[in-house]
């Protein structure tokens, strides 16, 4: 029963999300980016990219709900070489999740996860994985500085932002379940490739460079103004 209503709601999130290009996914990735980077108190979210060790990007990420509730969104993996500093991706994947309670109606916005060590970078080289667990995801912390007695990299693997309606907060997904996006993979390459192989061996071109630039750049001024 519990399987068969988790399919029920997988497909009507599916169904009322019209599935993006490929390459619409990148720029609406970019676009989500800019979006975070606007905000005046985002310096905490740069400080933990600069730290970690790559980005997640959903650009629309849709609850919907009646009693039964769902999540589902479609993204991008980017992984940041902690040696080189290198990025690479992106590998493409999507988010499900399924919730019980009191909810109506459907939500959207942009959901962007910060990955901070390896552990939590190698969940998006497999297949499927879920949130939570032994890999801590926690709401990104808010504010222009992170606090000088926490450090951030050892309370969580995964810290994740929602950006809709001209605002921004921290956001809980734990739980929620990650998977290959196969189909976009192949459509951007050209061929079959595996998560593992985009993600230590294909460096950032075009539009996902762009994101990259942006966050480098936003990691340089917050630099100079401290």
Do not use: C
């Amino acid at each position: 029963m519990k399987k068969s209503v988790t399919i029920f709601i997988l497909v009507l999130l599916i169904s009322f999300s019209a599935f993006a290009a490929v390459a619409d996914i990148i720029t609406q990735s970019r676009i989500a980016i800019e979006e975070l980077l606007s905000k005046q108190d985002s310096g905490s979210f740069v400080q933990l990219v600069e730290q970690g060790q790559g980005v997640v990007i959903f650009p629309t990420f849709y609850k919907l709900g009646f009693v039964l509730g769902g999540q589902y969104g479609e993204g991008i993996v980017l992984r940041k070489d902690p040696q080189t500093g290198k990025w690479y991706g992106p590998a493409f994947v999507n988010i499900y999740g399924l919730s019980v309670g009191a909810q109506a109606g459907i939500q959207s916005a942009s959901l962007i996860l910060v990955v901070m060590n390896e552990e939590g970078i190698n969940g998006f080289m497999g297949d499927n994985f879920t949130l939570g667990g032994s890999l801590g995801v926690a709401a990104g912390p808010l504010g222009r500085q992170l606090s000088a007695d926490v450090d951030y990299r050892l309370k969580a693997s995964i810290y994740s932002y929602s950006v809709a309606k001209g605002f921004y907060a921290g956001a809980s997904i734990e739980g929620a379940y990650i998977k290959t996006n196969d189909h976009a993979n192949e459509a951007f390459y050209k061929g079959q490739i595996s998560p593992e192989e985009i993600l230590k061996e294909k460096t950032v071109e075009g539009e996902a460079k762009k994101i990259v630039e942006l966050l480098e750049k936003a990691i340089e001024n917050l630099h100079k103004e401290n």
